[in-house]
């Protein structure tokens, strides 16, 4: 089955009773090979590189991001940073909301998704977010 909801996220759900289990998945389209000329960003970087070059690489992209517009940080929790031998440096909550902040950007909301904080221990799928707004 697959639905498209209004806010333009795609639902596909694939029924297999062989087994009783639940699978779930979360693909965004969010990276260089989904990019449009003048609407540029990076996708799930910033945990792959010491804390110093992340503020670094904000800083470096804020000034293709129109005065008003959304910054959108997103980082692995726990689980799934200890998943992968790539990543460098562990964000927090406080540390998205920094490396914001250190760019001029306005924190508007800092939440984790898709379930509660807790659930980033285990679950390696469970981000953090932090959304800000570039200052006028």
Known sequence: TERVLGNGIK???????????????????????????GRTGVAHVLEHMPRADAAALVA????????GGRVVLIAPQEA?????????????????????????????????FPFPRVVGRMFPYNELVAVGRRHS
């Open 11 to 37: 639902v596909i759900v694939i029924e297999d009773h062989r087994a009783p289990t639940v699978a779930h998945m979360v693909w965004y389209r969010a990276g260089s090979i989904d990019e449009v000329n």
């Open 60 to 67: 470096e992209w804020l000034p293709r991001l129109r005065a």
């Open 80 to 112: 799934g940073f200890r998943s992968d031998p790539t990543h460098v440096e562990f964000l927090d909550e406080a540390a998205l909301r920094d490396l914001l902040e250190g760019a001029g950007c306005a924190v508007e909301r800092a939440y984790s």
